[in-house]
């Protein structure tokens, strides 16, 4: 069914270029109800007692952002009673209802969320994700063909390395995950069929908390990267308090997502303000800021460049390791790779470059940190 939610978003985009988003998320919800439905009768046609139900009739309670729906509660009566019943229940993810029955969907990847969700709700032993590859790799083999697989990685790397770019798995089910204490363990839908089921459930990557892995971590477990980055620079701004406010309220007025953030102290009292939105947002953001902010602020000018991206290098072991960044802007600049921007934490550091960079960045930092070799 690959491709499917791609096809009925174009067929109503095909009517509108602008369509309501509450009608949007009625017809992309379509997909999984078709794909549940023929799940449970592919396991009925095995002899297998099995039901399926959609995010409504579980009931999966939603707020109202409709494409980008988060989970608020589940009702898993009729799935408990289902279960003691001998019943496999088959529940459409990636969706679910608000408040007044409308149909939400939970944004791309949404279906890990659901997931998680709902091991979290049953209290589950385990939920395992099963996706078209078999682990977290240290970074995208396809970018670099040396990436190792990860047998473990702890919840505070995943979260990073998803909301960094890592696409194994959605940053939303691996916070419900956290939040909850869901054993949480990634594996490939391509395995074997015949493999042992003990085997199977060994292999893969194991998202574990950091206080249940008693060996020393490695200093770095993954190097991300995200090409769906965009910059928009505000130049001239008055350096007085409010002003981040002033430029950022209304962009996050129009549910628009920031991610880095930077601003730089400027001569004569004035400063240039610089952040990052998704790619795909853009377009909106440019659009708030000359509409709403230029005028009000009064900037002298607001560009952008939508051909960036970022790359991070995660790992919890760079609470105990010093000089991590200073080798990471090294191996760059040895590479002729200029940094736009920088963003660190406790276990990340991300910087942002000219995407024609992105695929040497990833290669020279992961040769340069060692992690093609087994740990």
Not at 26 to 37: L, R
């Amino acid at each position: 069914m690959s491709g499917e939610t791609n096809r009925l978003l174009g067929l109503a985009r095909e009517i509108s270029a602008n369509p309501d988003p509450r009608e949007l998320d009625v017809i992309a919800s379509t997909g999984e109800q078709v794909t549940i439905g023929l799940l449970a009768i592919a396991l009925q046609a095995e002899g297998v007692k099995a039901r399926s139900y959609t995010g409504a009739q579980v009931s999966i309670v939603t707020d109202d952002a409709f494409s980008k729906a988060r989970i608020k509660r589940i009702d898993e009566e009729r799935i408990r009673a289902d279960l003691n019943a001998g019943t496999v229940v088959v529940v459409a993810g990636f969706q679910g209802v608000d408040e007044e029955g409308n149909i939400t969907t939970l944004g791309r990847g949404g279906s890990d969320t659901s997931g998680v969700a709902l091991a979290a709700a049953l209290k589950a032993d385990e939920c395992l994700i099963y996706t078209d590859v078999d682990g977290v790799y240290t970074t995208d083999p396809r970018i670099e063909p040396d990436a190792r697989r990860l047998h473990t990685v702890t919840f505070e790397e995943m979260l990073e390395m998803a909301s960094l770019g890592s696409k194994v798995l959605q940053i939303r089910s691996v916070e419900f995950a956290g939040k909850y204490k869901v054993p949480l363990r990634v594996l490939s839908s391509l395995t074997d069929p015949l493999m042992p089921i003990e085997e199977e459930a060994a292999s893969g990557t194991l998202i574990t908390f950091e206080e249940d892995n008693k060996m020393e971590q490695a200093i770095i477990s993954g190097i991300a990267f995200n090409r769906d980055e965009a910059k928009i620079t505000v130049t001239g701004v008055p350096d007085r308090p409010g002003i981040a406010y002033a430029i950022l309220g209304p962009v996050s007025d129009a549910n628009i997502d920031v991610d880095m953030i930077i601003q730089n102290a400027g001569m004569n009292g004035m400063t240039d303000f610089s952040f990052t939105v998704h790619r795909n947002e853009y377009q909106a953001a440019l659009d708030v800021l000359n509409k709403q902010v230029k005028a009000h602020i009064k900037a002298t000018d607001i560009h952008g460049d939508n051909r960036i991206c970022k790359v991070s290098m995660v790992g919890v072991g760079m609470r105990t390791h010093a000089g991590i960044a200073s080798k990471m802007f090294r191996t760059l600049s040895e590479e002729g790779i200029n940094i736009q921007m920088i963003s660190t934490s406790e276990i990340k550091i991300s910087v942002v470059i000219d995407e024609k960079y992105m695929e040497l960045a990833v290669r020279a930092l992961h040769k340069a940190f060692d992690l093609d070799q087994p740990s």
